[in-house]
């Protein structure tokens, strides 16, 4: 049988890349090509110049199939921006036979989809966090049971339709079909976690370049998902200011600064204005968690990735006591960053998916496995 190619984009504030995979039955998808450009067109995670955009884009598809040796028809992509909101909702439905089968399952997801939503937004995810069969909760697969009542307990993604209409444009403009548009928290959430972790619970924190995704993934699924406009560009401003250089001057000094690779003049000026944004950014990841006023305690492991998450004020942070303390964490959280390669069932041919910064990415050539 001949193997399928799957491409994805993570359409970044600061970064673009695309990768491209092949995937054979019942073998992990295996990254062919892989590129990456600054983000042009892009800002805190929309599009704000359609031409910029569309040709960074292409710049950047173009140069991930020449290292794939294929050309691509179609792209998953990645959406993001202060724009994504998130609520719950619960769908009911009488079960059509003896047993419940699978139809029986979409219809009740689609009953949750009913949630009221403003006609300026639409549904990217109804993600179904439990199923419950006459009155017996905490499933999670009800597909063979006997039941006369199926209801799902749903976690609804919406997007505003201007931002998707104009991600859309910008695809279908190089003559690409879109196969889905995909929220990048709930990409990494569903594709780094091992099936333990989802089960015990973990804090999703994706830090990039204007963009914070958060994901709360607790007994085997999403229960929560936020969002701000806070993200790494905050403090490479901070540094364009400090040291009074250009931005791309200041955003490699911010890589070296996170590396320890800057001489120590520059790392103690530098240092002298990191720590007010870093609790900016950490506070604003403390008043999303307020938003979850329905879960009772939240899980006790934090997981990372993303280009801020480098920064070492950041990761101070975050585990500062003080936060935490106001909020219901089941105990002290461990602390943890994701790499490329924890990343289960992808194996990267290309060996340039390396560091947190391309996680998002390599997820969703995981993410594209499942839905295919």
């Keep these: 049988m001949s193997k399928k190619v799957i491409a994805g984009l993570d359409l970044g504030s600061t970064k673009i890349t695309a990768v491209i995979a092949t995937v054979d039955d019942a073998k992990a998808p295996q990254v062919i090509g892989v590129a990456t450009q600054p983000s042009q067109g892009m800002k805190k995670g929309v599009i704000v110049n359609i031409d910029s955009a569309i040709n960074c884009i292409a710049t950047t598809l173009e140069a991930a199939e020449r290292m794939a040796g294929v050309t691509v028809s179609s792209v998953y992509v990645t959406i993001n921006g202060k724009h994504i909101t998130s ?5 009911v439905v009488a079960v059509s036979q003896d047993e419940i089968v699978r139809e029986d399952v979409f219809r009740a997801i689609e009953s949750a989809r009913t949630v009221s939503i403003p006609p300026s937004r639409e549904i990217l995810h109804v993600i179904p966090r439990e199923f ?9 697969d009800p597909i063979g049971m006997s039941g006369t009542r199926l209801e799902v307990d749903a976690h609804i993604v919406s997007a505003t339709s ?18 889905d548009v995909i929220f990048g928290g709930w990409a990494s959430s569903t594709a780094v976690l091992t099936d333990t972790e989802k089960e015990l619970g973990v804090l999703m924190l994706d830090i990039g370049g204007g963009t914070t995704d958060l994901a709360l993934v607790e007994n085997g699924g999403v ?5 701000f406009a806070v993200g790494g560009r905050v403090f490479t401003k901070r540094i364009e200011q ?3 250089v250009g931005y791309e001057i200041a955003e490699n000094k911010k890589i070296e600064y996170s590396l320890d ?9 530098i240092a002298k204005v990191m720590t007010k944004d870093a609790r900016t950014l950490v506070r604003g990841i403390a008043l999303s968690l307020e938003d979850f006023e329905e879960i009772e305690n939240f899980p006790s492991s934090i997981l990372m990735c993303g280009g801020g998450s480098l920064l070492p004020e950041i990761k101070a942070e975050v585990l500062n006591y003080p936060w935490l303390q106001e909020l219901p964490f089941e105990k002290f959280p461990k602390f943890e960053f994701i ?9 990267d041919d290309t060996k340039k998916i390396k560091d947190v910064t391309d996680v998002a990415v390599i997820c969703l050539a995981r993410m594209a496995l499942e839905k295919k």
């Design 162 to 179: 201007t931002s998707v209409q104009n991600l859309l444009k910008c695809i279908q403009n190089l003559g690409l079909r879109v196969d």
């Design 87 to 91: 609520t719950n909702n619960k769908g």
């Design 223 to 227: 229960i929560g998902t936020k969002m």
């Design 132 to 140: 419950i069969v006459d009155a017996q909760g905490g499933i999670k």
């Design 261 to 269: 690779t800057l001489d120590k003049l520059e790392k103690i000026k």
């Design 242 to 244: 400090t040291l009074g």
């Design 339 to 347: 790499h490329p390669e924890m990343i289960a069932d992808v194996i």
